[in-house]
């Protein structure tokens, strides 16, 4: 029952965000926004025989039978259980109401086998929190409803039928198990509760229905005040409201039709992840639902990257949601430091998020992509309100230069594991100081400005040239100056002594790093240093495909010796070299690697960060946002092509 490292659904209205197991497990819950907090511990709901101790059988149990899948064009989720020995079947409908902080579980409840039951409903539920001790829960007997609690979070968990016996604390998961709850406290410092209802007798091949409804507030009086709402709710209205909300999401999108149904159906997907991703408040971009709270193997992901987001705003206005795109650049405008740059990584809120480096790639990105989003839209409004942020930026960029070298000075890679001048890195810094330029002859700015700039960006293209391309090698190297061993002294004889901050501290940094790296890609796609028929280009492009394609299920890995999570192939590796064949027209070799990463998705049509080396199945994150945008990039690409 502990949180898993995947969210195998994702369910959610842009302000409560809500993951589940495939066995149809609540196993997250964040609210007010997105990304932060998280509610829930652990939740289980489950039947037993009424009258009949220790007879509670919880869905996620081995003797259901799960299957699990969206409703059509919607973030409805159906999961349906199945116990044969019992002659029963459970319908499980998730949805989280369109416009109000409300999840609502919708229970049919059949009887498939020959004899009549008269059964009960059992739900338990624990909370999480920062601040363990303040962990608090109480029944209001005013609503029916068991309340979790602490400081200005209230999440409630009632019904619309009475509930019949509940308990807060006191072992009370093993007391619902045993279906005997104990209510003898209605209020208290205890994390968890349990609330049993009666659903009454069920004929052979009859049905019932039952509803639970999980809302959220900052007050107590405003959780109570849903509650009552949600008993009035009309629930098969509410249902077919918000699969309608969903289907006129899509509709007002893009529509891309290639007669494949697996392919079509993994583009609307996206476009519905994308949705979910997006905060409604403040237009921040999610790179996934958290799965790693307790920061045991990975850095966390419940965060905005402006790098992801650059990608995935391209990916909107290729869908056509371009007010999405809009929004989010409004966000980055709020979150811009005053010296110009973007730090690593951001709450939805628009607050820095744990960071541990400056990414100098993710200052130019941003630069870059809202002249892109402009050249979709060509809403000079856009631009002017940008003008400010990008001028700044730019400026920062054109001061973050290592004298020595002529490139960006050292900071972390895109991958955010190892300081230094890195090929990607400073085809960004390129992209987003030509981007300023283009936006300032755009705007009318001072010629002297714009020509100022343009140097710049000409001075960056000439120092990746000198500093990272190998004729010996024929193709780019990863970066110079760089920390391989970020806890002690480099392994390498090959060394010299950087100054790493103005306060006059030393580091000492490997001279290159030759290891073969997708990212390299970025001197053309998407920053454009180089055309993309520089034979410089192909040689790399080469190199990566020989050194990275993963045996025997395909697809490229980030880079050589990737020990992260077992060196797996990434979906946005693979198509990220789709880009590339279909930017010089050899699409057959664009689609294959297209086809593999739509083999990638799950059973629900969500792609996942890496896929195994091992047996090709999803693992690690899913779903990743980023991966979802390049889906979408290249499907558009493709299209485009006529050749889909």
Known sequence: MANTYFNDAIIGNSSMLVCLTRNGELTRLFWPNIDYPQHFEKMATGIFYTGQKNSTSWFYEDNWHQNQYYVEDTNILKTVYEDGGRGLRVEQTDFVLKDKDVMVRRYIIENIGPNEVELGFVQYSSTVS????????????????????????YISISSDIEVMQFQLGNNAFDSARYTELNGYDSIGMMKDGAMSFNIGKIAPGKKKTFNLFICASHTLKGVKQLVRMCRQMNVDEEYENTRKYWMGFLKNSRAIVTGDKRIDDLYKRSLLVFKLMSDEKTGGLLASAEIDEGFTRCGRYAYCWGRDAAFITGALDAAGLTEAVDKFYEWAVMTQDDDGSWQQRYHMDGNLAPSWGLQVDETGTLIWGMLKHYEVTKNKDFLKSMWESIKKGVEFL?????????????????????????????????????AGAEAARILGAPEELIKKWEKAASDMKASIEKNLWRDEAGRFIRSVRTKLNPWGS??????????????????????????????????????????????RVRKTVEAIERALTSHPVGGIKRYENDNYIGGNPWVLATLWVALYYIEIKEYDKAKDYFKWATKSCTALGLLPEQVSKDNGEPCWVIPLTWSHAMYVLVLSGLKEAGVL
């Open 130 to 153: 920062t601040t363990p001790e303040l962990r608090s829960t109480l029944f209001d007997f005013d609503v029916d409803a068991l309340i979790h609690y602490r400081h200005n979070y």
């Open 490 to 535: 480099e392994h390498s004889p090959y060394t010299t002594i950087i100054k790493v901050n103005e306060k006059g501290y030393f580091r000492d940094v490997t001279l290159e790093d030759w290891t073969i790296d997708v990212s390299l890609l970025g001197v053309s796609i998407p920053f454009g240093v180089f055309d993309t028929q520089d034979e």
């Open 398 to 434: 054109t001061r973050f230069i290592d004298s020595d070298t002529g490139l960006p000075a050292p900071s972390y890679d895109l991958w955010e594991e190892r300081v230094g001048e890195h090929t990607y890195s400073s085809a960004a810094v390129y992209g987003g100081i030509k």
